[in-house]
Every structure is written in C-alpha cells, then in structure tokens.
C-alpha cells in the first residue's frame, strides 16, 4: 500500500542549513533515503521551500484568488515529503519513525494513506 508522508517542523527548529549540525543532520537523511531505497520502499521525496515562498490558491465570488504565503496559520509548516510503499500502516509507522525529523526531535510526520484513483473508477 502507498503512504505520503508529510514532513512538518516549526521554523529553526533543527540545525541551520550549512550551520553547526546541518552535515550530520543531512547525513541521516541520506542514509534513511539510502536504506528506504534499498528496501524497496521509497517512490520519491522532495524537501520545500518555506511557507514564505508559497502561493495558495482559493476560489472566492466564482474567481481563483492567489495568495502569497502558506493556507494557514500555524507554528509548525510543511517542509518536504515522501511517498513510500510499505506493506501496511504498522510497516509505513516503523520506517516514518526513523526519519532525522522525528527521531532527533524537530518536527512531526503525518502519515497518509494513498488512495488509489484506479480503484474508484
């Protein structure tokens, strides 16, 4: 079963990029990239741009209005993801678990399953 796992954190909670910290950091997500790789799990994954870069689109009085910054307010922002293929909710948990975001602390990773438009038609 496919799983996107969305990445969130809240801004400066782990260590700078290129700062004190930041090649150990990378580091763990080479290897858990490497690893979810070699498993077979991994499908793809991006890191993002912050909110401050984001363009949020709503329809208001019939037209699509932009917005600049994220859709919503809150302390934690979305700052990557990744689509994994695991065998079940219980296998997808374990692999998300070891990701640098959450086992050092910095952030949390919400766990979604796929849905399958295949499967609907």
């Not at 700062?19 to 990239?33: F, L, P, T």
């Amino acid at each position: 079963m496919k799983y996107t796992y969305i990445l969130a954190s809240e801004p400066n909670s782990g260590p700078e990029m290129g700062g004190e910290g930041w090649e150990d950091y990378a580091a763990a997500y080479v290897k858990w990239n490497e690893d979810a790789a070699k498993a077979g799990i991994l499908s793809a994954g991006e890191p993002v741009h912050p909110p401050s870069t984001a363009t949020t689109l709503r329809r208001a009085g019939g037209e699509i209005k932009l917005h600049d910054g994220p859709f919503a307010e809150t302390k934690e922002c979305i700052i990557g993801w990744y689509l994994v293929e695991c065998k079940d909710l219980e296998d997808a948990i374990e692999w998300a678990s070891k990701i640098p975001l959450v086992e050092r602390g910095f952030g949390a990773i919400e766990v979604r399953p796929v849905i399958d438009m295949k499967e609907l038609a």
